[in-house]
């Protein structure tokens, strides 16, 4: 169990984040279009999971729209933003906000994704949505880098994550 705060206030996810080295826990999530993508899809292309609570809060729309400006510039990555958000809201923010080098994915339909990379809020007023975290994946599935961002209203490390490609 991780512990992170919220505004200074302790609260818990499920477990740690994929150990890096290891392989990424497959998923299945979905697409705005309402498909269902998995994470064996992105095969080939190193990727980048933003996971966050939900894009209706300053914060989590504040890393969709960095992730998105560092996207443009990356080669052979795909960005995916992870949240419980229904594919609705998250087409309609990427409408209004311009969004277009990242992929929006949802968690809502079986919350699995939550629980295989240990994001879930276990307590607290966010329980169960995702914590803010990052993990970086490999073209073969290898897990390059992660961060539990240790304060939910804090934007995770951009530099340290997009770093993890360069090596």
């Known amino acids: 169990m991780a512990s992170v705060t919220l505004k200074g206030n302790a ?17 299945q999530l979905t697409k705005n279009d309402l498909s269902t993508v998995k994470l064996s899809d992105y ?4 990727v980048v999971l933003n996971i966050f609570p939900s894009v209706a809060t300053g914060t989590c729309a504040q890393s969709v729209r960095q992730f998105n400006k560092e996207a443009a510039e990356l080669n052979n990555t795909i960005v995916l933003c992870v949240s419980k958000d229904l594919p609705f809201a998250q087409a309609r923010f990427c409408g209004a906000e311009g969004i277009e080098n990242v992929e929006m994915l949802s ?31 490999d073209e073969k599935g290898n897990v390059l880098y992660t961060e539990q961002v240790a304060e939910i209203t804090e934007e995770p490390n951009y530099k340290a994550a997009l770093e993890a490609l360069m090596n």
């Open 107 to 137: 968690d809502f339909r079986d919350g699995n994704f939550g629980k295989s990379y240990h994001v879930d809020f276990s307590d607290g007023p966010l329980a169960p949505l995702h914590s803010r975290a990052v993990v970086v994946v």
């Open 43 to 46: 095969e080939g292309s190193r």
């Open 11 to 27: 609260i818990h996810t499920l477990g740690s984040l994929p150990a890096t080295g290891g392989k990424a826990p497959e998923f």
